[in-house]
C-alpha cells in the first residue's frame, strides 16, 4: 500500500517557466488537497478537490492551477513559476472520518 | 470562521522534563481536532485525534471545549520527540485548517 505518492521530490525551476507536480494515492481517498509549507507560517492550503471532477481553492491558490479527472490523481500546476512560490509542496487525501495521509512532498526552488 | 492557533512558534525542554504544546482554536461547531508531527524533512504523520482518546508515543490531548483547547502534553519528553508539531482542525470530516506549528526541541 503505497499512500501518497508525490513526485518529483526536489525541482529547481528558473522564473517563468511552468511545471506539474504530480500526486496520487492508491486508498481511493474522495478528499485530496495540496499544502504548501513555509517557515513561520505553517501549512497553506492552494486547492483541494471532495471528489473526481470536483476541485475549490484553498487559502494561497494564485499561481497554481488544479484537476482532478481520476479519483487517484490530483497534479499540481504552476503555470509562471515565481521567487515567490520557493517552497514545500504537500499532497494529502483523506475520506469522511480519518485523518490526513500526507505525500513526502516535494521542494521546489524557483531561482 | 474556522481558525487554529498555537501560541508557540518553539519550544524547548530538557529530556525528562513535561512537555505541553498549546493549541486553541475557533468552530462554531462541533469540530474534529487533530495533531500531526513531522519530523525533520519528512511527511507529516498523524500523531493523535480527540476522537479516539488514545495515547500515541506518550502524548495525549484532551478537548476542553469550554476553553476551546486542545493541549498535546507528554509527562517525561525524550530527545526523539524533537520535531514540528501542528495541530489541525477538521469541520466537514474532509477539509483540514492547520496552525502555524510548534517546533519542539528536547535538550539532552
Known amino acids: 500500500n503505497a499512500g501518497v505518492t508525490q513526485t518529483p521530490k526536489f525541482q529547481v525551476l528558473k522564473t517563468g517557466q511552468s511545471m506539474t507536480l504530480q500526486c496520487a494515492q492508491d486508498m481511493n481517498h474522495e478528499y485530496m488537497s495540496w499544502y504548501r509549507q513555509d517557515p513561520g507560517m505553517g501549512l497553506r492550503l492552494i486547492h483541494y478537490?471532495?471528489?473526481?471532477?470536483?476541485?475549490d481553492q484553498g487559502e494561497v491558490p494564485n499561481g497554481y492551477n488544479v484537476s482532478r479527472s481520476t479519483t487517484e490523481d490530483f497534479p499540481l500546476r504552476l503555470l509562471s513559476a515565481a521567487p515567490s512560490q520557493t517552497s514545500v509542496y504537500f499532497c494529502?487525501?483523506?475520506?469522511?472520518?480519518?485523518?490526513?495521509?500526507f505525500g513526502s512532498g516535494t521542494r521546489l526552488t524557483v531561482v | 470562521a474556522q481558525r487554529v492557533t498555537q501560541p508557540e512558534k518553539l519550544l524547548s525542554v530538557f529530556k525528562g522534563a513535561p512537555v505541553e504544546l498549546k493549541c486553541n482554536y475557533s468552530?462554531?461547531?462541533?469540530?474534529?481536532l487533530f495533531w500531526y508531527v513531522q519530523y525533520s524533512r519528512q511527511r507529516l504523520q498523524l500523531l493523535l485525534r480527540h476522537i479516539s482518546r488514545e495515547s500515541i508515543k506518550g502524548f495525549t490531548a484532551d478537548l476542553n471545549k469550554g476553553e476551546t483547547s486542545f493541549h498535546l502534553k507528554k509527562p517525561f519528553a525524550q530527545e526523539e520527540d524533537s520535531a514540528m508539531y501542528y495541530c489541525?482542525?477538521?469541520?466537514?470530516?474532509?477539509?483540514?485548517?492547520f496552525g502555524t506549528g510548534t517546533s519542539l526541541t528536547v535538550i539532552p
Open positions: 489541525a482542525l477538521s469541520s466537514t470530516g474532509n477539509q483540514f485548517y
Open positions: 494529502a487525501s483523506s475520506s469522511v472520518g480519518s485523518g490526513y495521509t
Open positions: 468552530y462554531s461547531g462541533s469540530p474534529e
Open positions: 478537490s471532495v471528489g473526481a471532477g470536483i476541485t
